[in-house]
């Protein structure tokens, strides 16, 4: 057994874990009859290719035959149809994962709570505000007049909610779409602020957070 290591060994254990499981059908290549621009030709591609071009042909309004004649048609003489199918099929796949996770960025994310004039925050696991709004830092301002420094303490405030913020990741895991609502207090010294707040799964790919959206009393 190798020794040492340490935090290579766990970066290796994370990288194995998220990678996908592979069934043996999955490396099979499919032969299919496809038909399209009057030309009728055997392709033979594995399963996630095939599912790539019937995505891509969907997208663009066509069918998967139009969309290999397509293909075949711009191919260079010396091309292999198949292997600019696979190269076609997983590009676009980038291209499209590009554009979610520019969505899901967590500066995309801090844009949105911007735009809420109700106080939001973005939690974090360890229940750690990751993210804030304006309106979060007026609530503080207002409610808990002590604090100097507001917009630096709202970075190491701890917000407690009353239902474990584990049980609601496991809630909305399970039930996407959905929100809990649950009560919550933050202190700062011989002050506390309570009310309620709306919990969502942050809509970010770079971890698992949440969205709230919160009401004092």
Do not use: C
């Not at 059908?25 to 033979?44: K, S, V």
């Amino acid at each position: 057994m190798r020794k040492g290591g340490g935090k290579e060994d766990a970066a290796m254990i994370v990288r194995e874990e998220a990678l996908p499981s592979v069934d043996g059908d999955e490396l099979e290549p499919r032969f299919r009859a496809i038909t399209g621009g009057g030309e009728r030709r055997g392709i033979r591609l594995e399963g996630i290719y095939w599912d790539g071009l019937g995505r891509m042909s969907e997208a663009g309004g066509i069918s998967i035959g139009d969309l290999v004649s397509n293909t075949a048609a711009e191919m260079p003489e010396t091309g292999n149809l198949t292997s600019l199918l696979r190269v076609l099929s997983f590009k676009w796949a980038l291209s499209r994962l590009n554009a979610v996770e520019d969505i899901a960025s967590l500066t995309n994310l801090n844009a949105v709570l911007q735009a809420s004039p109700t106080p939001a925050v973005v939690l974090t696991q360890e229940r750690g505000i990751k993210l804030f709004n304006d309106a979060f830092l007026k609530m503080l301002r207002h409610r808990l007049p002590l604090i100097d420094d507001v917009q630096q303490t709202a970075r190491t405030l701890r917000l407690s909610i009353d239902t474990q913020i584990q049980e609601v990741l496991s809630i909305l895991s399970v039930n996407r779409g959905k929100t809990v609502n649950t009560g919550f207090k933050i202190g700062f010294g011989s002050q506390s602020l309570k009310g309620q707040i709306s919990l969502a799964l942050a809509p970010t790919h770079e971890a698992l957070m949440l969205i709230g959206y919160l009401s004092v009393y």
